[in-house]
């Protein structure tokens, strides 16, 4: 599984990163920083995909990677804009989910924490919960963010657009219908 997922990360990776360096199969560390250095919402995804087919131990001694592509995920969506387009347009609930649903956030919360989301060897929950209210359930929480909803919440433009990323995450993990197969959002 890893080397086609290696073969679909470069072939993902912008033209102007230097390919032909990587001539073997990369251990998960390098192949999500990879991922993270190409800087897209597809690359983006692709880390949690990788995360998701490593051990349990990995995920759970590389937890700081981890939350640094959760750091990455909330960026690749322009939440300012988002915002002012659900209140220019006036938005109904259902217009907001549909638009939720293409931003990196709810596919990267369905993809590890979602009803359909598969994980090698135990799941993301474990390592990184979802809410602030799970990580009680955690023995020795002891560097990082203690949750997903803790990161989002240290982004700068939480203060006026939390609502929806936290609905974003929210959504993505109760729900495994809304994703389009046109892909993430951008709003440029």
Same mark, same amino acid.
């Not at 590389?62 to 960026?75: G, T």
């Not at 209210?133 to 359930?137: A, F, N, P, R, T």
């Not at 002891?142 to 963010?145: C, L, R």
């Given at each position: 599984m890893t080397c086609v997922l290696q073969e679909d990360i470069l072939k993902l990776l912008p033209d102007d990163m230097d390919k032909q360096q990587i001539g073997s199969? *990369? /251990?998960p560390w390098d192949l999500i920083k990879l991922c993270l250095k190409g800087g897209t /919402?597809? #690359? =983006?995804l692709r880390a949690f995909d990788v995360f998701a087919w490593t051990s349990s131990s990995f995920r759970r001694s590389?937890?700081? #990677?981890? %939350?640094?592509? !959760?750091?990455?995920? =909330?960026?690749q969506d322009d939440w300012e804009? #988002?915002?002012? #387009?659900? $209140?220019? @347009? @006036? !938005?109904?609930?259902e217009d907001t989910v549909q638009a939720l649903g293409k931003t990196v956030v709810f596919q990267a919360s369905r993809r590890c924490y979602g009803p359909e989301s598969e994980t090698y060897e135990g799941g993301f &929950? %474990? =390592? *990184?919960p979802l809410r602030q209210? @799970? $990580? %009680?359930?955690l023995p020795s929480m002891?560097? &990082?963010?203690a949750s997903v909803e803790a990161i989002l919440m240290q982004h700068k433009d939480f203060p006026i657009v939390g609502k929806l990323m936290l609905a974003a995450l929210m959504l993505g993990s109760a729900q495994a219908d809304l994703y389009e197969e046109d892909g993430p959002i951008t709003m440029a």
């Open positions: 199969l *990369l /251990p /919402p597809a #690359l =983006v590389n937890r700081s #990677l981890l %939350e640094e592509c !959760w750091k990455n995920a =909330v960026d804009k #988002l915002y002012d #387009l659900s $209140i220019a @347009g @006036g !938005w109904s609930d &929950g %474990e =390592v *990184l209210d @799970g $990580i %009680e359930q002891d560097t &990082g963010s």
